[in-house]
């Protein structure tokens, strides 16, 4: 295969460690390296320029200190990977299988909500993230940060509403703490059943953010984005903005 990740243990490892895997001369450099402990690292390959033959590892912490170990990966000539981790073992959100978000979401109007006297609103919001995770996605590495995302809204103040929606995201897997993650989608709109309320509506809309990861399976989400919301025939546009925590599967 052209793409590949493998597992490195070993001791003395540092964050920021700097990962080659050398032969005759020549160097492939992994297109990324994430430290996982003092133990083990875990590389993803790009082989599709590798000739065949055994590889030397060399590893060079940024103290400085460095070490070469021996024959350690095999390419053969249909480019294959011998000693590839399992799935787990893949850097960034290829980890996940699914995530529970929740916290709170705020909307601001950018043009005229004559009825209802330029309604802003604030509520509370829960997403169920799932992560691509199949053999599609593992051969086209460039497609596996994607994931679908079920998304549920309550707004109370004043004109009290639910949103039900559907999301499309893409989330980076750089080997770092920071990540960004782009999203849109649709859903649908139901307000509660008074003399005064609109119609139900629907809505479009797409955000972008930033994820934190703490502790290997905790996630903070701060993003922000354009809505358009149709409600009784007419169209409003807003700025949707959410602050939220979740926790990975």
Not at 103 to 114: D, K, T, W
Not at 176 to 191: E, Q, V
Not at 230 to 246: E, L, P
């Amino acid at each position: 295969m052209v793409h590949g990740n493998i597992s490195l243990e070993g001791s003395g490892f540092e964050p920021g460690v700097s990962i080659e895997f050398r032969k005759n001369g020549s160097a492939v450099k992994p297109l990324a390296v994430e430290f996982i402990s003092e133990e083990r690292v875990v590389v993803i390959l790009d082989l599709k320029t590798a000739e065949a033959g055994y590889y030397a590892v060399f590893a060079e912490n940024p103290s400085g200190m460095s070490g070469t170990y021996e024959r350690v990966l095999e390419v053969t000539e249909k480019t294959t990977l011998m000693g590839a981790a399992s799935d787990t073992d893949w850097p960034g959100v290829k980890k996940d299988l699914f995530t529970i978000h929740g916290g709170l979401s705020y909307g601001y109007l950018l043009n005229n909500f004559s009825d209802y006297h330029n309604y802003n609103y604030w509520g509370i919001t829960a997403r169920l993230q799932f992560d691509f995770r199949n053999n599609f996605f593992d051969s086209y590495q460039w497609l596996a940060p994607f994931g679908g995302e079920l998304v549920f809204d309550h707004y109370p103040k004043d004109l009290s509403f639910t949103e039900i929606g559907v999301n499309i995201y893409f989330k980076s897997r750089f080997p770092s703490m920071f990540n960004f993650i782009l999203r849109g989608g649709a859903g649908f709109s139901f307000f509660e059943n008074t003399d005064n309320s609109p119609d139900n509506g629907h809505y479009i809309q797409g955000t972008a953010g930033v994820v934190m990861k703490l502790f290997d399976s905790v996630y903070l989400d701060f993003s922000t984005g354009p809505k358009i919301w149709s409600v009784s025939s007419d169209y409003y546009d807003y700025i949707i903005s959410s602050a939220t925590a979740g926790l990975s599967f």
